[in-house]
């Protein structure tokens, strides 16, 4: 996976019904092949996911590197990760999805980076829908939501 010309998956795909599994795999594999470009890898929503299956970034990055497939992760993951119900994991993935800056300074990034992509989006609160503009996805128009101070 070479970021420097290629997008990673939307944080939206989901993978063995968790969202962001798929981006998390594209970064890791780009940064074992040194093609990560500006993309990050462990992120803060890297580490949110890695949490919430009780997995380290250490462990996922070995599990990327002897699995040259998604389908290799994925058994390695349902395995090894803490098992969760169906509700709770779609309740966990609606949560990330719809997170948005959680501090002054992180607000301050985001209407940075929606100034610099969009800044006609005013109706974009989450970090998933900013990554999705940004990396030429379709993302709908909502209703005006409250703007972060």
Avoid at 78 to 96: D, M, R, S
């Amino acid at each position: 996976m070479d970021l420097r010309t290629n997008f990673p998956r939307s944080m939206k795909f989901k993978l063995a019904g968790y969202a962001h599994l798929a981006r998390m795999i594209d970064k890791c594999r780009a940064v074992l092949a040194g093609t990560e470009g500006e993309y990050i890898y462990p992120c803060p929503m890297d580490e949110r996911l890695m949490e919430f299956a009780g997995i380290t970034s250490e462990q996922f990055t070995a599990s990327v590197k002897a699995n040259a497939t998604d389908e290799g992760v994925v058994k390695w993951l349902k395995q090894t990760a803490q098992p969760h119900q169906p509700a709770e994991l779609e309740e966990w993935n609606q949560q990330l999805l719809a997170r948005g800056p959680s501090s002054p300074e992180s607000a301050a990034r985001f209407k940075k980076y929606l100034a610099a992509i969009d800044p006609s989006r005013t109706d974009l609160t989450a970090w998933s829908d900013l990554q999705d503009l940004e990396e030429e996805r379709v993302v709908p128009r909502r209703e005006p939501a409250h703007q972060f101070q």
